[in-house]
């Protein structure tokens, strides 16, 4: 694998500055206690991108979006060791840009504070992320069971460090980066879906969407009834925007996929029933986008004979074979030029 460009950089974000002047002789000096903030700045609430330029690179680069919780990290090599989507575009020769969100990983700095707890949560994510039903996996599940894979997985997690679900401040950073690197494809993953949707709504440099497991954050046109969906104690209720706007999604090709485990009948346990949920807003929603003239495909993997993906398919035993139907798709639309 030759590489023509790597590097990083910051992009988006704020400066903030307090009130008064600063005096470099008073102020100078280091304070264990904290800093007099005085006349200073602090630049924050940007994204943090690092990218890979392959020789004989194609022409649109591949931007991929982590989820909640997670950072840059889920792209790289995978919790067992193997090659993740990172190296594997890469050899498919795809520019390739792997964000931080504001907030987290390499972009924690921002301009607004917040608490960080160190809540023991893990088992609870286990169920919602479908490996299984703590502590025991689900028979078919395609994700390694070496207790190191699971042990590198949980220490891939990294907290927010200013407060949570800043939609706009999320979405305006990674327009600015489709603003500096031009067209491309946004591969986004789980929290980062919903945001995906605004983002393409904001700039047209986004010329097609791969969504890994949204969840049920879609937006739909004004006038269409879209009913609130109840998962346990959370309600959720898709956002509506103008129908001049939501053609905006006809424009591009969108494709959506989910993995195994997904029941197609209410469920008792929370972490299959809240991605049935999902699974069928996005059928909703896609079928609505093509209702308009769009392109837009709902994908379950069990149904092409790619099974007991988690909803890190990406990171699972058989994450190259989502990647072959990614670059399927990649080429029906002449996106891999």
């Known amino acids: 694998m030759v590489l023509e460009q790597q590097g990083s950089f910051a992009v988006g974000g704020t400066i903030t500055t307090q009130p008064g002047k600063f005096d470099p002789i008073k102020q100078g000096a280091f304070n264990p206690a904290g800093p007099d903030s005085k006349g200073q700045t602090r630049h924050g609430d940007h994204a943090y991108v690092f990218y890979q330029i392959p020789e004989h690179a194609r022409k649109l680069p591949l931007v991929f979006w982590h989820g909640y919780g997670q950072s840059s990290k889920t792209w790289e090599t995978t919790p067992d060791g193997r090659e993740g989507f990172q190296n594997i575009f890469l050899r498919r020769k795809f520019p390739v840009y792997l964000i931080d969100q504001p907030g987290r990983g ?4 921002q301009t607004t504070g917040t608490t960080i707890t160190a809540a023991a949560d893990e ?3 286990f169920g919602i992320f479908r490996f299984g039903a703590w502590p025991n996996f689900y028979d078919n599940v ?3 069971r070496d207790p190191e894979a699971l042990n590198q997985f949980f220490r891939q997690a990294v907290p927010d460090t200013g407060p949570a679900f800043q939609s706009d401040l999320y979405v305006n950073a990674v327009s600015a980066l489709f603003d ?4 491309g494809i946004l591969v986004t993953h789980s929290a980062s879906g919903s945001l995906g949707w605004k983002t393409a709504l904001k700039n047209k440099n986004v010329r097609a969407i791969i969504s890994l497991e949204p969840g049920g954050d879609f937006i739909f046109p004004e006038g269409e009834k879209i009913e609130p969906t109840k998962i346990g ?4 209720q898709p956002a509506t925007i103008p129908e001049s706007e939501f053609v905006k999604f006809t424009k591009i090709p969108i494709i959506i996929y989910y993995g195994d485990n997904i029941p197609d009948q209410p469920s008792e346990n929370p972490g299959k029933e809240q991605w049935r949920t999902f699974f069928a807003i996005a059928r909703k929603w896609a079928q609505l986008v093509n209702q ?3 392109d837009a495909q709902v994908v379950h993997l069990p149904e092409i004979n790619i099974r007991g993906n988690t909803h890190f398919m990406m990171s ?3 994450n190259l074979q989502v990647a072959d139907q990614i670059s399927k798709f990649l080429s029906e639309k002449k996106l891999d030029q």
């Open 316 to 318: 699972d035993l058989n």
């Open 142 to 144: 395609s994700f390694s």
């Open 233 to 236: 104690t959370r309600v959720v």
């Open 106 to 109: 390499k972009a924690a700095k």
């Open 123 to 125: 088992q609870l994510w």
């Open 292 to 294: 308009y003239g769009g």
């Open 180 to 183: 500096k690197i031009g067209e």
